[in-house]
């Protein structure tokens, strides 16, 4: 089946991605990598009028750390995380739990943040950063 047809639009700051979604309510989409909402789509399960392409905001890629916490962009995908690229103080944790999500070629595109906004029962990121104490 194909999607339904839908307005893109492609921000270019935080700011605006924030105004454009929240201009259309319940009727407008979120799409970084697409493994969650690409299926909903073309199934028609999901029906926005807008979808807006947060991929390209590189801030929500960003990796911070300090003595106290990390940070993890919500665009940072499972595969970042699966290498190594953010700062490991949880014995492994978060490195074995992408490891174990879907196959690579997921990995490669699927974000933690879209993970954890898809709030399905059944994925692995809520459980693991409910279990850290994540904010």
Same mark, same amino acid.
């Given at each position: ?16 991605? *924030?105004?454009?979604? =929240?201009?259309? =309510?319940?009727?407008?989409?979120? &799409?970084? =990598? ?33 003595? *106290? ?11 970042? &995380?699966?290498?190594? $690229? ?9 490195? $074995?739990?992408?490891? $174990? &999500? ?8 699927? *974000? &933690? ?23």
């Amino acid at each position: 089946m194909k999607a339904a047809a839908f307005d893109y639009a492609v921000p270019k700051s935080i700011a605006e991605a *924030t105004a454009l979604l =929240g201009s259309n =309510g319940a009727a407008t989409a979120a &799409i970084a =990598g697409g493994q969650s909402l690409l299926p909903m789509l073309n199934l028609r399960v999901a029906l926005p009028d807008l979808v807006v392409d947060l991929g390209r905001l590189e801030e929500l890629k960003e990796i911070a750390a300090t003595r *106290t916490n990390i940070r993890v962009g919500a665009l940072t995908t499972h595969a970042a &995380i699966e290498d190594g $690229k953010l700062p490991e103080a949880f014995g492994g944790l978060m490195q $074995k739990v992408a490891s $174990k &999500i879907s196959y690579r070629a997921v990995r490669n595109h699927g *974000t &933690i943040g879209g993970s954890v906004a898809l709030a399905d029962p059944a994925a692995d990121w809520p459980g693991c950063l409910l279990a850290l104490g994540a904010q």
